[in-house]
């Protein structure tokens, strides 16, 4: 199975300000079927990028995603007040459909 | 867009039974793929499993023989049950999903289970 590993486990960053999270795969990811959630506090989870790069509907062009393979990006620009949460990453080529352990984006 | 309502929070003993349940609002189950996802307090997510829109369902290991995911397109209605088998550590929130496949477009608000003696 595919296991993915996040970085960092916690980001602090400054509203206004970029960032990067990291997710690393244990194997290359089939088809680049990579996808990204973001999680509000006590909030379901919401899907935020698919197919690595692709925003889903509705996401703010703030967010984008690339990478490819083993070694994925979610860059977030322009952070905003409600930006700040926890973000998985998630491969849905194989099962099981393993997601990361999260990194939690922290205000600064 | 799909809008999913899942049941409300249970609170069961060890050894005990329980299905939990997912209604989506106005759409047919017939090509929808459903799965589940844990997420124990104050921790990460995990994916728990999927029931394809042609009803073949898939399970992580670590959860293979521990529930069983099923739809019944008959009342939009996916659960997720366990049988006689609860454990103190199956205390989570369990999250329903939906696709078009494999990927999670859609969740569920969240089930809280609670087991405790």
């Known amino acids: 199975e595919i296991v993915l590993t996040q970085s960092p486990g916690t980001l602090s960053v400054s509203p206004g300000e970029g960032a990067t999270l990291s997710c690393r795969a244990s194997q290359s990811v089939p088809r680049n079927y990579l996808a990204w959630f973001q999680q509000r506090p006590g909030q379901a989870p919401s899907l935020l990028i698919f197919d690595a790069s692709s925003r889903a509907t509705g996401i703010p062009d703030r967010f984008s995603g690339s990478g490819s393979g083993t070694d994925f990006t979610l860059t977030i620009s322009r952070l905003e007040p409600e930006d700040f949460a926890v973000y998985y990453c998630q491969q849905y080529a194989t099962s099981p459909n393993n997601f990361g352990q999260g990194t939690k984006l922290e205000i600064k | 867009e799909v809008q999913v309502v899942q049941s409300g929070a249970e609170v069961r003993k060890p050894g005990e039974s329980l299905k939990i349940s997912c209604k989506s609002e106005g759409h047919s189950y017939s090509k929808y793929w459903i799965g589940w996802v844990r997420q124990m307090p104050g921790k990460g997510l995990e994916w728990m499993g999927i029931?394809?829109?042609?009803?073949?369902?898939?399970y992580s290991p670590a959860f293979q023989g521990q529930v069983t995911i099923s739809v019944d397109k008959s009342i939009s209605t996916a659960s997720l049950q366990w049988s006689n088998s609860l454990k103190a550590s199956d205390s989570a929130k369990y999250y329903c999903t939906f696709g078009g496949g494999w990927l999670i477009t859609v969740w569920g608000q969240g089930t809280l289970v609670t087991v405790s003696p």
């Open positions: 029931i394809s829109s042609e009803s073949e369902s898939k």
